[in-house]
């Protein structure tokens, strides 16, 4: 491999498990890719569509036409006429790098969409979508108990519910198993599912425990600690990371998160707070009667209160200390923010580590990378990514 091949941006454009032909690779103009947690993965693909060669023939899901395949139950019956290229659901690949063999796949999914632009004068074009699985749960809403299981069964089961393999957390499945437990015996019910789609069910659930979901490839990953906590890659300000803009304010801000509980047997009330001490870096905490309050800010700082979020059992307690940690850290890590491009690199993406140089030294360091969009198009391979300072992993 050359020199001059090395930054050659590439891709890999695989439907349905075949490499799509030459004549539509030559028409593509641009490919972008956007990476995030909690939601699910996109890929658009756009195409110039000269003398509407791309729209030939018919695409299956965009219309009505004679039934072409029998469905029983969950299973699929031979379709009675030929796939096309961006017929709905088709499989689709996606790996970027540069050439010479320089690529890594960095998405798997399905076709969700298709866009045509028909302008008045110039090219048409159609640009196809698709979404990686973790789109599968957003569709239908249903109601429904799982009684005594715990959390972690339930990710499980929606996993398999829409053909994904489970990856869970080991830390949360077993803080799920005790939480399970506690809420079966003090509260007698355990999870619901009310008219939610398993997308806002499972949405609930990581938030109970801090956590973060998504999926890559077949796997659905539930999880607060799995993650990196060293960079996947270096980037120095005027060479691979092409500009940086971080923004810290402290306008609004929050030191700690607490929470006003009332017991229901007797009428009092006290003040729970969590906080972060910025110049020791340690965490804090603080319990004082209801009436006093205000009296935290001086002590910690200003904070963020919730009010009156009764306790009766130790499920509530519980379920309380794990709201209040999700709150203080979400805030905390909100504290410095930005966002960034760079030299297109498939190892920035959603939930990686990425070390930035050349900054200064109170913003040179490590931030942990919120989301990621990576553009191939006429003007090269470039990434942009939204980052935040994360004080508490």
Do not use: C
Not at 24 to 51: F, K, M, P, Q, W
Not at 258 to 276: D, N, Q, Y
Not at 285 to 303: E, H, T, Y
């Amino acid at each position: 491999m050359t020199g001059s091949l090395q930054y050659v941006p590439d891709y890999r454009l695989v439907l349905n498990g075949e490499e799509i032909p030459q004549a539509l690779r030559n028409s593509i103009t641009s490919i972008s890719y956007e990476d995030g947690r909690n939601a699910a993965d996109r890929v658009e693909v756009s195409i110039a569509n000269a003398n509407l060669r791309w729209l030939q023939e018919h695409i299956k899901g965009l219309g009505f036409r004679p039934p072409t395949g029998i469905s029983v139950g969950p299973v699929k019956g031979p379709s009675l006429t030929n796939g096309g290229l961006f017929d709905m659901d088709n499989r689709l690949a996606l790996s970027l790098g540069y050439a010479g063999g320089q690529v890594a796949e960095v998405f798997k999914g399905d076709i969700t969409g298709i866009e045509a632009d028909f302008p008045a004068g110039g090219l048409p074009s159609m640009t196809i979508v698709a979404h990686d699985y973790l789109h599968r749960l957003t569709e239908g809403s249903y109601g429904r108990g799982f009684g005594p299981l715990p959390d972690a069964i339930i990710a499980m089961i929606l996993s398999a519910e829409n053909l994904l393999l489970p990856a869970i957390d080991p830390a949360m499945a077993a803080a799920s198993t005790a939480i399970a437990v506690v809420n079966i015996i003090f509260n007698g019910s355990g999870r619901k599912q009310k008219g939610q789609t398993d997308f806002e069910l499972l949405k609930e659930i990581a938030e109970t425990y801090d956590a973060d979901f998504w999926v890559e490839g077949d796997l659905l990953y539930l999880s607060r600690f799995i993650k990196e906590y060293t960079p996947s890659v270096k980037l120095k300000w005027g060479e691979s990371l092409l500009s940086f803009s971080p923004r810290v304010s402290t306008i609004g801000k929050v030191a700690g998160i607490g929470a006003k509980f009332t017991l229901r047997e007797i009428p009092l009330s006290f003040l729970v707070a969590i906080a972060w001490d910025f110049d020791r870096e340690t965490l804090q905490l603080q319990v004082v009667p209801g009436a006093a309050a205000a009296s935290l800010k001086s002590l910690i700082g200003p904070i963020l209160t919730f009010i009156n979020r009764p306790i009766g059992s130790p499920a509530d307690i519980t379920n309380s200390a794990l709201f209040l940690a999700h709150k203080l850290r979400q805030t905390i890590n909100n504290r410095l923010t930005g966002m960034a491009f760079a030299v297109g690199d498939p190892r920035i993406r959603a939930g990686a580590v990425v070390q930035i140089e050349g900054v200064g030294p109170d913003f040179s360091g490590n931030y942990r990378i919120t989301s990621a969009s990576h553009i191939i198009n006429s003007q090269g391979y470039r990434t942009q990514f939204q980052f935040q300072k994360e004080i508490i992993p």
